[in-house]
């Protein structure tokens, strides 16, 4: 036969571990959602546009085809458009992406 003292330690240690996993589920459970699918970019905008960060405010690859440049700022530029209740600026943002994405030229610098 086991003694008393092996048995209540025992019992002890079961009941200690099952607390532990029972407060470590209700964390997991209670843990924010986050979505796996997308990051966003979470700096601002740099003075002179990159090839990098149009590719990011479009949400396509540097080197991705005309078409998919063009489908991705006909996306993005619906949901930010200025009639549309958008920013003037994230609009004048995102056709800068789209130029320097298809290298057409303009002024280094944006309006504002």
Do not use: C
């Not at 601002?44 to 949400?59: N, S």
Request: net charge positive; aromatic share 8%; proline share 5%.
């Amino acid at each position: 036969m086991a003694s008393p003292i092996v048995v209540g330690a025992t019992v002890g240690t079961a009941a200690l571990g099952a607390r532990y996993l029972i407060r470590a589920w209700e964390a997991f459970k209670a843990r924010p959602i986050v979505p796996h699918a997308r990051r966003f970019y979470p700096g601002g905008f740099e003075q002179v546009m990159t090839r990098r960060e149009a590719a990011l405010i479009l949400g396509v690859r540097e080197h991705a085809v005309i078409e998919k440049i063009r489908e991705a700022h006909r996306r993005v530029m619906v949901a930010n458009h200025p009639d549309a209740g958008g920013s003037h600026y994230l609009a004048s943002k995102i056709n800068e992406a789209k130029d320097v994405l298809l290298k057409k030229t303009r002024a280094p610098d944006s309006v504002f």
